[in-house]
């Protein structure tokens, strides 16, 4: 081979090697590919030539992002045969807090129809994963220096505290006026339950003494019938002690607490409260009754209020051991949760975690925006007392995914548990009659 020969053929080989490089670098391919135009407000620094992923799986890229007005334009480039429906989602992704962006696509259901050649969609304004933790870190200092200032959550804590306060005052009114009268009749009873006791076992060993034959009672008992006559009447006493003891335990078995739940939502720039009431009748098994998202309806918003105002709840609970699960209507709709003690600190504190599922046919809009998928929230708090905790949770986050940060007030009432007592024995004396 002569030397024009070996220069032909290396030139041909670095021409060929830069047509690769060029087709590589380049973003050339032999697929073919469909433009979809997404409109954002803001693409929180998503670079240009960044992959397109749906559901997790590449299937393009980001040919051009440019400003359009007030708004910011995408240009994708969708690989042939690849269906993404309407009601899909466009946010911009991230591998990490501080990883790489891309153009996530969270797919949509086929009803919906699928999106054509050209055709424009709208992004989800939702925070990106880095502004979003910025955002929380940032109203999490601000609820710290709330809790440690004069600020209004502490205003509302006081005024809230100041409230609960009036009414066990009033409740222990309402007691104290009682009590006399009930503790009269607890004591009538504790010497009727004692008369019992005593009647009881003179009348266990008259029965005995008849049994045997023995003494002058004895030898005239042998009639079977007068014998069966005084065998009735003490399982007659013996049932009326049980009764007796059973109300005793009725007024002395019950355990009540107040609970009260303070929500923050930064994004409303509002607050929500929960208070209720939590019976337990026995160890483990509880019933907790009392209102939902309580706030004025006539205050006006700041922000987008998604939660419905003013609702119930009525649930009813089990615990075993560190799990607490509980179902019945949350927020006005069916519901259930689950809290889970996930360590403990000291004697009194702990972290628990919990989440809740409602609202499962859920179809509506709630300030202008329309909500189709269940409630799903999820959250932890830390017990630093017997009867205080903090802590924070993502609610509704199948819809709108925003951070509420809480605090909980949980504080036990002797006094109204011993004044549903005395109702419930009241209760099961009426329905006796």
Do not use: C
């Not at 466009?90 to 790489?100: A, D, E, L, R």
């Not at 004069?150 to 009036?166: E, F, H, I, P, Y």
């Not at 059973?246 to 107040?258: C, E, K, S």
């Amino acid at each position: 081979m002569n030397d024009e020969s070996k220069v032909g053929m290396f030139v041909m080989a670095g021409l060929a090697l830069l047509g690769t490089a060029i087709f590589l670098l380049g973003d050339y391919s032999f697929k073919t590919y469909y433009p979809v135009y997404a409109e954002f407000a803001d693409v929180s620094g998503l670079p240009d030539k960044s992959v397109v992923k749906l559901s997790g799986v590449e299937i393009g890229r980001v040919k051009e992002i440019r400003i359009q007005g007030d708004k910011v334009v995408v240009r994708l480039s969708v690989s042939d045969g690849v269906r993404i429906y309407r009601d899909a989602r466009f946010k911009v992704g991230s591998t990490s807090v501080i990883g790489s962006k891309y153009m996530q696509i969270d797919q949509g259901t086929p009803a919906a129809g699928v999106i054509k050649s050209g055709d424009t969609v709208y992004g989800d304004e939702s925070l990106p994963l880095d502004r979003a933790l910025s955002a929380a870190v940032s109203d999490l200092q601000g609820l710290i220096k709330e809790l440690r200032g004069d600020g209004t959550l502490s205003k509302n804590l006081n005024q809230t505290v100041a409230n609960l306060r009036d009414l066990t005052a009033n409740l222990n009114s309402l007691v104290s006026n009682t009590r006399p009268d009930a503790e009269k009749f607890m004591g009538n009873l504790d010497s009727v339950s004692a008369r019992l006791d005593r009647l009881l076992a003179q009348g266990e060993e008259l029965l005995g003494s008849v049994n045997r034959g023995e003494g002058t009672v004895g030898a005239l008992m042998k009639d079977e019938g007068m014998k069966k006559d005084v065998s009735d009447a003490v399982t007659n006493l013996r049932d009326a002690t049980a009764s007796v003891k059973d109300v005793l335990g009725r007024i002395t078995g019950f355990n009540m607490y107040w609970h009260w739940k303070w929500k923050y939502d930064p994004v409303f720039e509002g607050s929500h409260s929960d208070i209720g009431l939590r019976i337990y009748p026995r160890p483990g098994r509880y019933y907790y009754v009392g209102g939902a998202n309580i706030i004025n309806t006539k205050d006006q918003d700041r922000g987008a209020d998604y939660e419905k105002r003013n609702t119930v709840d009525a649930l009813l609970g089990w615990e075993r051991g560190p799990a607490d699960l509980y179902v019945g209507v949350l927020r006005g709709s069916a519901g259930a949760g689950l809290r889970y003690k996930v360590a403990g600190l000291g004697r009194s504190g702990a972290v628990e975690a919990y989440a809740e599922a409602s609202e499962f046919s859920r179809n509506r809009t709630i300030s202008g925006r329309f909500f189709d998928s269940p409630r799903f929230d999820a959250g932890a708090d830390l017990r630093l007392s017997k009867n205080f905790s903090i802590g924070a949770a993502v609610t509704d986050m199948a819809e709108v995914s925003r951070m509420n940060y809480t605090a909980r007030v949980l504080f036990e009432d002797e006094d109204i548990a011993y004044l549903f007592g005395l109702v419930s024995v009241g209760g099961t004396g009426a329905k006796g009659r």
